[in-house]
């Protein structure tokens, strides 16, 4: 059995479904969810000075700005963003906060089997330290600990979840697979042929309100922040050990400076070689009726995603939207990350034509909502780190979409790197190696396209070709 998907052009009754949605993430968007825009921080105009300066107002950046603060309140810490915080991926992922810091137990186990029973733990160490955090800042982010449920698309896939339960039940997790009848109970799909259920180091967030209240509180913590303030350019400051921050109506000099802008622009080199933007896009429905609620079960309201290599990743908002994402990871010649790239008409009628496959006892349904943004894929599919300018400086990147928990746990690297701290979390090889980098183009672009078409073929005949075989023996990939 291949994966259910059709192969044949999407309908106009598809593309009608989504025509009238908004074209902004609708975590965002204060006329759909109660969500309050603050006014924006006024930019950096002149010179200015800092302790530590952090580069980047999405989840990485306001935890290491927090962490910052917890640490040494009088420790002076300036926050950039060159848009507002919350505007990148932090404000339009589908708001999975997982404890994984390696993108999934599996994928850990291959690339860290020396090191996964400390970065399991640590994991799910950090997910109860966000939670409580969240708890003790007074940031309400409408967390709920629904665990998680990957279904199978094809029962063929049943051995390997068995597996991947197996080994989630090693490393502390309570988690079982599903037979059909099963996982049909608790998501009401003919494409569900069965499923892994994981009850432990998985909730759900909204993520606009996670950034608005990590901003809120580290403002109230005595953090600067200015937005629409871009940085072009890092120069040391020579014999006085510190890092000018150039942007475009001013200059910033700072001690250390924490970079966390992930596909977003990179400011060192070494981290622009080892990773892509790869876009994601999502669509929003509208609030489910009460009997369309009904139809699809989900009682557990849990996050899902599919077993495939081009996956889907699907949940319920607290007033009861279906969030639809995930399949096309769109990588485009040259890494543009562009606020036009934001509305990729394709991969929504792609999305549309699949969610009435999945659900199609909700055909009618609208969506509200439609957009994009860039993630920050890397070879190793979890996030890495890099020191420059004489340690003075640290950068965090390559989340590869799973970073909505892990931003925490990389901002304190990052930081406890940046000041020189011996932790048992920078001992590791996690942190201390880096992944390969991408070739240069057309390379890269030319290699992303073959893997990308190979895991298509993959998902259609349930076999990995020679190509993916030889990029497995080698360490490397690419993730949907």
Request: net charge neutral; with cysteine; glycine share 10%.
């Amino acid at each position: 059995m291949s994966v259910p998907w059709p192969r044949t052009p999407p309908t106009a009754a598809d593309r009608a479904s989504y025509a009238d949605a908004a074209v902004r993430p609708f975590w965002l968007d204060p006329d759909a969810t109660d969500v309050t825009l603050p006014d924006p921080a006024p930019p950096i105009v002149g010179t200015a000075e800092a302790d530590l300066c952090v580069v980047g107002g999405g989840f990485t950046g306001l935890w290491a700005a927090l962490h910052a603060k917890r640490e040494d309140p009088s420790r002076d810490v300036l926050l950039l963003e060159a848009q507002t915080c919350g505007f990148g991926a932090s404000g339009r992922n589908g708001g999975f906060c997982v404890a994984s810091l390696t993108h999934g137990i599996g994928n850990g186990h291959e690339r860290f089997p020396d090191e996964l029973a400390t970065l399991e733990r640590l994991g799910l160490q950090q997910h109860e330290a966000l939670i409580a955090d969240l708890e003790r800042h007074g940031v309400d982010a409408d967390l709920e600990r629904t665990g998680e449920l990957t279904i199978l698309l094809d029962p063929a896939h049943a051995p390997e979840a068995e597996e991947e339960a197996a080994l989630l039940r090693d490393h502390g997790h309570d988690a079982e697979v599903l037979d059909v009848a099963a996982a049909r109970r608790q998501l009401r799909s003919p494409v569900v042929q069965g499923a892994l259920a994981d009850r432990t180091g998985a909730a759900l967030v909204h993520p606009g309100k996670l950034a608005l209240g990590l901003r809120a509180a580290a403002l109230r913590a005595g953090v600067r922040i200015a937005e629409h303030t871009p940085v072009d350019a890092l120069e040391p400051e020579g014999s006085l050990g510190a890092v000018a921050l150039v942007t475009p109506r001013g200059r910033v000099r700072a001690r250390r400076v924490l970079l966390a802008t992930n596909a977003y622009g990179q400011l060192l080199p070494a981290v622009r070689r080892r990773i892509v933007p790869v876009y994601d896009y999502v669509l929003m429905t509208e609030p489910l009726r009460p009997e369309q609620r009904a139809a699809i079960g989900w009682e557990g309201r849990q996050g899902i995603g599919d077993w495939a290599n081009r996956f889907h990743y699907f949940r319920l908002t607290r007033d009861d939207r279906i969030l639809w994402g995930g399949y096309d990871a769109v990588h485009r010649f040259g890494n543009p990350v562009r606020p036009s790239l934001d509305d990729h008409d394709p991969t929504f009628a792609r999305l549309a034509q699949q969610f009435f496959v999945a659900f199609p006892q909700l055909r009618g349904l609208r969506f509200t909502h439609r957009w994009g943004g860039a993630i920050d894929t890397c070879s190793r599919f979890s996030a890495f780190f890099a020191l420059a300018h004489g340690g003075r400086v640290s950068a965090v990147a390559g989340y590869t979409g799973l970073g909505v928990g892990a931003s925490r746990f990389g901002a304190q690297v990052a930081l406890d790197l940046l000041d020189g701290r011996e932790t048992e979390a920078t001992a590791l090889r996690y942190v201390r190696e880096r992944p390969v980098p991408f070739p240069p183009e057309p390379l890269r672009w030319t290699g992303i396209a073959i893997t990308r078409n190979r895991l298509a073929a993959a998902d259609r005949t349930g076999r990995r070709g020679l190509w993916l075989r030889a990029l497995d023996r080698l360490g490397l990939g690419f993730d949907s």
